[in-house]
């Protein structure tokens, strides 16, 4: 139990920046990888071929790496330093303030990236963001406010980006597959 412990303080204490960005990337991937696996059924039941594409699984991983992890760390470092505290106002700001600045920063930064790893020009890619973005933000209020609630309440802020990363799995499936389907699926 000693090992467990101290692997614990290490991860979620000296290191949390480093558990916080390889689980927001390993996360990234495992949420593509999850629709590909299911993009690869449809396409075999309507007796299409199919293979896993590693690389569009290796750029999700790229972004949760570089982007995701990195910034939610100081994002919710930042949003813990400013607003101190579980009571339901400070709660209430805490999630305005992330609906407003980090649901879109994300967003842009996750699209963008995406389509820079992939090859896209800046404008194919703002292009891109401008089609998707209010698909993406409205369904964004519909799970983070919930999501953000039990963080800002339950958890204590070295716990609050891994919670996130968790969280994210299920949002990284709908993102892959309104960055990768979504356009297929409007034709």
Known sequence: MNGVKSIYNLMFGRHLFLTNTISAGVLLGAGDSIVQTFEGRRIKKKGGEWARDWKRTGRMVTIGLVLQGPASHAWYSFLDRILKGTQFKTIAKKILLDQIFASPFFAFGFL??????????????????KSKFWTVYMADWTVWPAAQCINFYFLPPKLRVIYVNFVTLGWDVFLSYIKHEFKKDQD
């Not at 963008?112 to 963001?129: A, D, H, P, R, Y």
């Open 112 to 129: 963008m990236g995406m389509g820079l790893l992939e090859g896209q020009s800046w404008e194919k890619g703002v292009q891109e963001f």
